[in-house]
C-alpha cells in the first residue's frame, strides 16, 4: 500500500456517516439502502484514483476491460457492506438471524480448535466483509474474539462503529502501535484461548513483504503475520465473508496450518512458500467474487496498471 493512498482523507465526512448510521437505525435496512445510489455516485464522480483502481482490478480478475458500470457496481458492493456494519454490530442475534442470510462453511474444523480452549490466527484479507465474522460471536458468544485493526486509518468509520458497540470495540488490538506492543497484545489473546483475527493482505508502508503471483503479475505480501504465527505455535485459519447481494452473505472458514514453521536456516524460502499458497488461495476466492475487492488502490504498485 503506498503511503499516499494511505493519507488520501475519506469520502463524505463524519456527518455523512452518522446521518447514514441514523437512517439505518431509525428508518430500516430498506430504506438505509436507497442512500447507497447517490452514495455511488458521488465516489465515482469525487474519487477519481479509486474509480481507477476499481477498473484496473476488475480488468483483471474479469478477463476484460472494465466499464464504468463494473467500477460502479464495485463501489456499490463495499458501500452495502460498510452499511450491513452498522446491523451486524448493532443488533441482537436474534434480529440478524431474521435480517441477514448467511451461508457458513467450514465451521465444524474451526469449533474443533476452539472448543479445545487453544488460541488460534484467522487471517482474513480485504475481500467481502470481515464483520460478518460477528455472526459467529453472536451464535458462540462463549469464544472470544479479538480484531487486529489500524484505528488511526479511516477514523471516522472506526468512531462510528465504536459507538454502535462499545463492547466490542473494547475488544479490538490497534495494530497502529509498535511492533513488539503489538506483538505481546496478540500473544496474550492467543494465550487466553481467543480467535485473533487479522487482515493480512496489505503491505503497508514500510513494512517487510514479499512478492507472490497474483492474478498474472508479482504483487506484495506482507511478511510479519507469517512471523507472528510462527513465533505464537498457533493454527492458522484463513476466513472470507462474501456479500453476495441483497442480504446474502457467505461465511467461510479454511484451515491453513495447524502449526507454522519457519526455520531460522530457511527463513526466507519458507515465508515464500506460505505467502505463495496464500496469494493463491486468495486469488482463487477473488475469482468467485470480483466485486468485493475492497484494496482500491495499485495492489500491485505498477503505475501503467491505472
Avoid: C
Avoid at 460502479?72 to 452495502?80: E, I, L, Q, Y
Avoid at 496489505?202 to 504465527?229: S, Y
Avoid at 502449526?259 to 496464500?278: Q, S
Wanted: charged share 25%; proline share 5%; hydrophobic share 45%.
Amino acid at each position: 500500500m503506498s503511503t499516499e493512498w494511505k493519507q488520501r482523507p475519506e469520502g463524505g465526512g463524519r456527518f455523512a456517516l452518522w446521518l447514514i448510521r441514523s437512517i439505518g437505525r431509525y428508518g430500516g435496512r430498506g430504506v438505509s439502502r436507497l442512500l447507497l445510489y447517490p452514495i455511488t455516485l458521488y465516489f465515482l464522480i469525487r474519487r477519481g484514483p479509486e474509480r481507477n483502481a476499481s477498473r484496473a482490478w476488475l480488468g483483471r480478475a474479469l478477463g476484460r476491460p472494465a466499464t464504468l458500470w463494473d467500477a460502479a457496481k464495485h463501489v456499490h458492493t463495499f458501500a452495502a457492506t460498510i452499511l450491513d456494519r452498522i446491523f451486524l454490530l448493532g443488533e441482537s442475534p436474534e434480529r440478524l438471524a431474521r435480517r441477514f442470510d448467511v451461508a457458513v462453511r467450514g465451521l465444524d474444523e474451526l469449533h474443533a480448535h476452539l472448543d479445545q480452549k487453544r488460541g488460534m490466527l484467522l487471517f482474513g484479507s480485504h475481500l467481502g466483509s470481515f464483520e460478518v465474522l460477528r455472526v459467529l460471536a453472536r451464535q458462540r458468544p462463549e469464544y472470544t474474539i479479538r480484531v487486529v485493526l489500524d484505528k488511526a486509518h479511516n477514523k471516522a468509520v472506526t468512531e462510528l462503529l465504536d459507538a454502535l458497540n462499545p463492547e466490542i470495540a473494547a475488544t479490538v488490538i490497534d495494530a497502529g502501535q509498535d511492533g513488539p506492543g503489538l506483538m505481546l497484545a496478540i500473544q496474550a489473546a492467543v494465550q487466553e484461548g481467543a480467535l485473533v483475527a487479522l487482515l493480512i493482505d496489505r503491505a503497508h508502508p514500510g513494512g517487510q513483504t514479499i512478492n507472490a503471483p497474483f492474478f498474472g503479475r508479482e504483487a506484495p505480501f506482507p511478511t510479519a503475520p507469517w512471523l507472528i504465527a510462527a513465533a505464537l505455535k498457533a493454527p492458522v485459519t484463513l476466513g472470507f465473508g462474501l456479500y453476495r447481494g441483497g442480504n446474502r452473505y457467505d461465511l467461510i472458514f479454511e484451515n491453513f496450518s495447524d502449526d507454522v514453521i519457519i526455520p531460522r536456516a530457511e527463513r526466507k524460502t519458507a515465508i515464500e512458500a506460505l505467502i505463495r499458497r496464500y496469494a493463491a488461495r486468495l486469488e482463487d476466492v477473488a475469482r468467485t467474487a470480483p466485486y468485493n475487492w475492497f484494496n482500491f488502490y495499485d495492489f500491485w504498485n505498477h503505475d501503467d496498471d491505472a
